[in-house]
T-cell receptor
Framework: DAKTTQPPSMDCAEGRAANLPCNHS???????VYWYRQIHSQGPQYIIH???NNETNEMASLIITEDRKSSTLILPHATLRDTAVYYC?????????????FGPGTRLSVLP | DADVTQTPRNRITKTGKRIMLECSQT?????MYWYRQDPGLGLRLIYY???????NKGEISDGYSVSRQAQAKFSLSLESAIPNQTALYFC??????????FGEGSRLTVL
């Protein structure tokens, strides 16, 4: 699996957009970018994933650079409930060799 | 009811005891996983199974064993628990295409 690099922590004001970066410079052509988050000590929760096009769902938007070496998860209007650790993972879907490898992630604190 | 259920949610035991953590799922997924999380760290994969007859070691399988009793059930065992196995354990399932679905976690303390 390609390795990812994320800042250890970030702060964001409530109501503002939270932009969480992820570097994955060794990503291969068939690997997707996945984002999960973990609130306190609950089980991680899937947020979004994408290959090369930008993606949006009800939770967030995912912006992937044209060279695919980095991406940004955007929470458009952060709330206090978005305070969590956010994990960026790259892997091939439907893979029997790769698994989801969770690094330490980014601890996002949404401040009132 | 939760899609992925772990039991027990909390367990305190002593060094040398045998412990089993159980996981059951109603997602109908073939793939099941056991992860371990230590404070301030990400999740590390212990074992995974892609179907009932398939068991694979993850990155930290030493000291653990698993059993895939049925498609819906995947158990993690610590044959002789030691204090550095104190951690939060998560079971997860996947259909192999997209996301992982996690249970709520089992907090294990080994004294």
């Amino acid at each position: 699996d390609a390795k990812t690099t994320q800042p250890p922590s970030m702060d964001c004001a409530e109501g503002r957009a939270a932009n969480l970066p992820c570097n994955h410079s060794t990503i291969s052509g068939n690997e997707y970018v996945y984002w999960y988050r973990q609130i306190h000590s609950q089980g991680p929760q899937y947020i979004i994933h994408g290959l090369k096009n930008n993606e949006t769902n009800e939770m967030a938007s995912l912006i992937i650079t044209e060279d695919r070496k980095s991406s940004t998860l955007i929470l458009p209007h952060a709330t206090l409930r978005d305070t969590a650790v956010y994990y960026c993972i790259v892997r091939v879907p439907v893979s029997y060799g790769q698994n989801f490898v969770f690094g330490p992630g980014t601890r996002l604190s949404v401040l009132p | 009811d939760a899609d992925v259920t772990q039991t027990p949610r909390n367990r305190i035991t002593k060094t040398g005891k045998r412990i089993m953590l159980e996981c059951s799922q109603t997602k109908g997924h073939d793939r099941m996983y056991w992860y371990r999380q230590d404070p301030g760290l990400g999740l590390r994969l212990i074992y995974y199974s892609f179907d009932v007859k398939d068991i694979n070691k993850g990155e930290i399988s030493d000291g653990y064993s698993v059993s895939r009793q049925a498609q819906a059930k995947f158990s993690l065992s610590l044959e002789s628990a030691i204090p550095n196995q104190t951690a939060l354990y998560f079971c997860a399932t996947s259909d192999g295409i997209g996301e992982l679905f996690f249970g709520e976690g089992s907090r294990l303390t080994v004294l």
